[in-house]
């Protein structure tokens, strides 16, 4: 992972990891979260996903705010890998990712068309606003506080 500073319109410089080595997707992507070890905890306030937290050269999430700027700024798609305990990897691909502004709740207002081979498990959360231990902003109440983790909850369940 290479570190690389952009500037995206109405929004200071900020810093982003990029994947160069992406078998799957390509050169080129933006890296978004990252969990491989555990070393991060990511049972974290609202502000804390707003803002961002961890090291973007480990586990991390990049914050709420940079990707509703990055997302607002001009069409990206969403490419996510999966890796198993075993090394197996899967991915899935949605080619229209849009986060709402933190007036909406940072909602994730589209995804567009899922491909891949790990399933279209994430399509059942668009349209969902994010929420955190700290702040329900979905339907199904405290899943936030269950999974110990922010997300994009439709119900209790992540994909």
């Not at 969990?35 to 996903?49: A, I, P, Q």
């Not at 961890?54 to 996510?80: A, M, V, W, Y």
């Not at 709402?100 to 207002?109: A, L, R």
């Not at 899922?114 to 929420?131: C, V």
Request: glycine letters at 10%; a neutral charge; hydrophobic letters at 30%.
């Amino acid at each position: 992972t290479e570190l690389h500073a952009i500037r995206v319109p109405v929004a200071q410089t900020m810093t982003v990891p990029c994947d160069s080595n992406s078998n799957e997707a390509g050169p080129g992507w933006i890296v978004i979260q990252r969990r491989k070890d555990g070393s991060v905890n990511f049972n974290r306030t609202w502000s804390e996903y707003k803002e961002g937290f961890g090291d973007l050269r480990g586990e991390f999430f990049l914050g709420l705010e940079k990707l509703h700027l990055l997302t607002q700024s001009q069409p990206h798609e969403l490419f996510i890998t999966l890796t198993d305990f075993s090394n197996k990897t899967a991915y899935a691909r949605y080619n229209n990712f849009v986060i709402g502004n933190e007036g909406e709740f940072y909602e994730m207002k589209e995804l567009g068309t899922y491909s891949g081979n790990a399933g279209d498990s994430l399509g059942n959360h668009r349209n969902q606003k994010f929420s955190t231990p700290d702040r329900y902003n979905h339907t199904s109440g405290t899943c936030a506080r269950k999974f110990s983790s922010g997300w994009w909850f439709e119900k209790c369940y992540w994909w």
